[in-house]
């Protein structure tokens, strides 16, 4: 059974770091585009990044463009997230996702509901 457990999350003051982590098991998380997605309290969860499958094309919403970088490492079955220079606008609870229904190469879409997600880590930029 597909499964993705994220880790990483925190309290960081603004302009700090954090690097997330979205584990597989179950399934070779290279098999799959995976994205990133986070959802603000009041807010739509919205994408914020993604890697293909098989070119290891990204995705960035422009928000985080420079700051946000994506990548994976398949000897771990992990897809990792490097967030620097946080706003507090980052504060979110980050989710991972992958399956058949997100598309990161030759451009960017998703249906939430084709998508394996893990439960989600709390990221909070604040002073």
């Known amino acids: 059974q597909m499964q993705l457990v994220e880790s990483g999350g925190g309290l960081v003051q603004p302009g700090g770091s954090l690097r997330l982590s979205c584990a597989g098991s179950g399934f070779p998380l290279n098999y799959y585009a995976v994205g990133w997605f986070r959802q603000a309290p009041g807010k739509e969860r919205e994408g914020v990044s993604c890697i293909g499958e098989s070119d290891d094309s990204t995705f960035y919403i422009q928000t985080v463009k420079g700051r946000f970088t994506i990548s994976r490492d398949n000897a771990k079955n992990t897809v990792f997230l490097q967030m620097n220079s946080l706003k507090p606008e980052d504060t979110a609870v980050y989710y991972c996702?992958?399956?058949?229904?997100?598309?990161?190469?030759?451009?960017?879409?998703?249906?939430?509901?084709?998508?394996?997600w893990g439960q989600g880590t709390q990221v909070t930029v604040s002073s």
């Open positions: 996702a992958a399956g058949p229904g997100l598309q990161c190469s030759g451009g960017y879409s998703y249906t939430p509901a084709r998508l394996n």
